[in-house]
């Protein structure tokens, strides 16, 4: 059993010290965190905020101080994670959502054969480079760029046919787009130079 924070020592510098009582804090409290997390996030997430809260507990156990019950400081400290967690995908999702509409109209604008600005045979230099280094990406942000611009599937779509989230669609997404934006300008720039 934990031993209580009240016999004079501080919680947080008894589970530094004693390892075994820290793992018994864990087996006991572990199921009551997950669920209390699997309320804002779902249940990969919440088990990894559930470690690492224990992990930050076990490694500034000597610079805290926990002024209540040790169970009430993991639940707050659940919570926050979780807060922060769901501010964080937020952030993420609104940059996403605002760069790939950018993305796709530039792309469209880029291929466009009446375009002034590229002469036709840059563009079917750039437009093989382009599918070169998309050939060249890691295989499941390759296939997620496949099917996104060669079949036009929505990210919904994506994630049913390869069995995986939406959000796992978006990462690879972002990942290749990033990754393609600069190999894009580099051949962009050598072409120029070129002609």
């Known amino acids: 059993m934990v031993k209580p924070a009240d016999e004079g020592q501080n919680a947080a510098t008894l589970y530094q010290q004693d390892l075994p009582a820290l793992e018994q804090l864990f087996k006991e409290c572990y199921a009551m965190l997950l669920a209390y997390a699997g309320k804002f996030v779902v249940r990969e997430t919440a088990e990894d905020i559930v470690q690492d809260v224990f992990v930050q ?3 500034k156990s000597a610079s805290l101080h926990i002024a209540t019950n040790i169970k009430s400081y993991l639940f707050r400290c659940i919570h ?4 922060d967690y769901i501010r964080h995908q937020a952030v993420h999702q ?5 760069a790939l509409p950018d993305l796709t109209l530039g792309e ?7 375009g002034p600005h590229q002469s036709l045979l840059q563009q079917n230099d750039l437009e093989s480079s382009v599918w070169q280094a998309i050939e ?4 499941k942000c390759r296939e997620v760029v496949k099917l996104r611009y ?14 995986i ?11 290749a787009i990033k990754q393609l934006r600069g190999i894009v300008r580099r051949v962009n720039y050598l ?3 070129i002609l």
Not at 80 to 83: G, V
Not at 94 to 98: D, K, Q, S, T
Not at 108 to 114: E, F, H, R, T
């Open 80 to 83: 926050n994670s979780c807060l």
């Open 108 to 114: 469209l604008d880029y291929y466009n054969p009446d």
């Open 165 to 175: 989230s939406s959000r796992t669609v978006e990462t690879q997404l972002y990942k």
């Open 57 to 59: 507990l076990h490694k």
């Open 191 to 193: 072409l120029c130079s």
């Open 94 to 98: 609104r940059y996403v959502n605002a």
């Open 150 to 163: 060669r079949q036009g599937l929505k990210t919904t779509e994506i994630s049913e046919v390869m069995g």
């Open 136 to 139: 060249a990406l890691p295989p």
